[in-house]
Structure formats: C-alpha cells, structure tokens
C-alpha cells in the first residue's frame, strides 16, 4: 500500500509540478492552464499514453484535471464501441457525470455557508 501511495503522490505531484513551472515561466492565467491540462489528458489519452499512467499511479494521474479530459475520452471511445456514433454524444458525459454532479453540489453548498464578496485591490 506504500508503494501506491508513493506512486500516487510522486505522479500527481509531478503533474503539480509541471503546472507551477508553466505559471511561473509564461504568466499564462490558471484558467487557461486548467484548460491546456485538460486538454493534454484527452490527447495523450487519445494516443492511448495516458490510461499506462492511471495504471502505474492511480489516483496520482486520475485526480488531477489532466484525469477528467482522460476520462472524457475515455468514456467516448467506450461508448462509440458500444452504442456507434451517437456514444460520441453521450459517452464523455455519462462517464464524468459523478464529477460533474459533485462539483456542482458542493459549488452550491459552499455559496450557500460562506458570503461572496468582491475581492479589494
């Protein structure tokens, strides 16, 4: 179990790390880069070098944004086997519908227990 949980925190702190560099180095906004990582996890899934990484790390590459555009594809191209073109529709949804759902929820919850306010400069 040590080992997973290396594995894990030395994936996922990787791909972390990878995220400060890119900040640090170009000023890119984080939204922006949540995007590009997104992004990379639907592409490198889709050369098929991404689900190696889940295998070998688990929640070290499964949790990060990267994991979500992983799962996205993930789920399309299981959909398209099973259900043919119209899984290309449904299959990214259906397979991150629980994070999807999740974050909404406690989106939700934590507008209704704190106050927003706009930030003073």
Do not use: W
């Amino acid at each position: 179990m040590a080992i997973n949980i290396l594995k894990a925190f030395l994936v996922g702190g990787g791909i972390c790390l990878i995220g400060q560099i890119v900040i640090n180095i170009t000023h890119i906004t984080n939204g922006k880069i949540l995007v590009i990582f997104l992004i990379a996890g639907a592409i490198l899934e889709g050369f098929g070098l991404y689900d190696p990484l889940v295998k070998f790390s688990g929640a070290g590459a499964s949790v990060p944004i990267s994991g979500f555009g992983y799962a996205l594809v993930k789920g399309t191209v299981k959909a398209i086997e099973e259900k043919g073109i119209l899984g290309a529709l449904t299959g990214g949804l259906e397979a991150t519908s629980l994070g999807i759902s999740t974050a909404i929820v406690f989106g939700y919850l934590v507008a209704l227990i704190f106050k927003p306010r706009t930030k003073k400069n």
